[in-house]
């Protein structure tokens, strides 16, 4: 009993320590949530923080803000537009680098590690230098302001970082196991569909989870490609407009940021098991 004790008041400052830097890393999103229930006029007389002074006093809580920037705003359009632009943004970069990944890992062809350092090496490449030149062809090829541009656009950009990933988790596989399979006649193809995919879970879902918030947040791929095309813009677009030059409606900006935040969390939420897994994917091999 006393060796559980002390072992409990040795641990207690790292606990609280830990607890201290969550409470204060959530307090601007606890702070961002209560304004987005504010009213205009409280938002603009006081801080977040006077809710408390009188805790159960339910009318100064609204959806004003929620059911304006849902109808009003055009928010509810620019959600299934993100979704749109964010569910293939998403599937078509991990499904081509899976690809790649298993011929990089598995299969021996001439120049494999010389093109698999090229592909790495993209990711050195500031995508603000491509902006330019890609609108150029985009406008040439009708594909600017479109949600095909836009899905080609987060591909190319998500390409290497996928590759890189899924590479290195795919190279840390048992190299008996496919050895096995190939000699029970398996081919490349089987190989990679019954053992790779199957067995690279955590690794597809962290790739996921990154490329799908990152298109998501988005707003500079999204402003340059999509222009100001009111039909495809997406949510970052839309709360960009919220704030006029003259500082006006920022008050929507809380509850905007809200609608923006659910799906993301939801997401990471979902496939937070596969996370830390995914992160070390072919850190450690053994």
């Known amino acids: ?50 809710v408390f002074q009188h805790p159960f006093d339910f009318t100064q809580f609204q959806l004003d803000n929620y059911i304006h920037v849902l109808t009003a705003e055009g928010m509810g359009r620019a959600f299934l537009n993100s979704l749109t632009i964010s569910i293939p943004s998403t599937l078509i970069p991990i499904a081509v680098a899976a690809f790649a990944a298993y011929a990089f890992a598995w299969m021996e062809f001439p120049g494999r590690q010389t093109l698999f350092v090229v592909v790495v090496g993209l990711l050195v490449v500031p995508l603000q230098m491509t902006l330019i030149p890609l609108l150029r062809v985009y406008n040439r090829l009708g594909l600017a302001g479109t949600f095909l541009g836009i899905w080609l656009a987060h591909t190319g950009y998500g390409l290497p970082f996928a590759v890189y990933l899924l590479r290195n988790f795919f190279g840390t596989l048992p190299k008996d196991l496919f050895e096995s399979a190939f000699i029970d006649g398996a081919s490349h193809l089987t190989a990679f569909f019954r053992l790779a995919l199957p067995l690279s879970i955590p690794a597809l879902a962290s790739l996921a989870i990154f490329q799908f918030l990152w298109v998501w947040n988005d707003l500079l791929v999204a402003l340059i490609y999509l222009g100001g095309t009111e039909a495809v813009a997406p949510l970052t677009l839309k709360m960009a407009n919220l704030v006029n030059s003259l500082g ?39």
């Open 1 to 50: 009993m006393k060796d559980r004790l002390r072992k409990v008041l040795s641990s207690a400052p790292l606990h609280i320590a830990i607890l201290g830097i969550a409470l204060i890393w959530s307090l601007p999103s606890v702070g961002l949530l209560m304004s987005s229930f504010r009213p205009r006029n409280d938002v603009l007389g006081s801080g977040w923080w006077t």
């Open 248 to 286: 006006q409606n920022w008050h929507l900006l809380t509850a905007a940021a809200f609608v923006s935040m659910a799906l993301p969390l939801v997401v990471f939420l979902a496939l937070q098991r596969y996370f830390v897994q995914g992160i070390l994917a072919g850190a450690v091999k053994g």
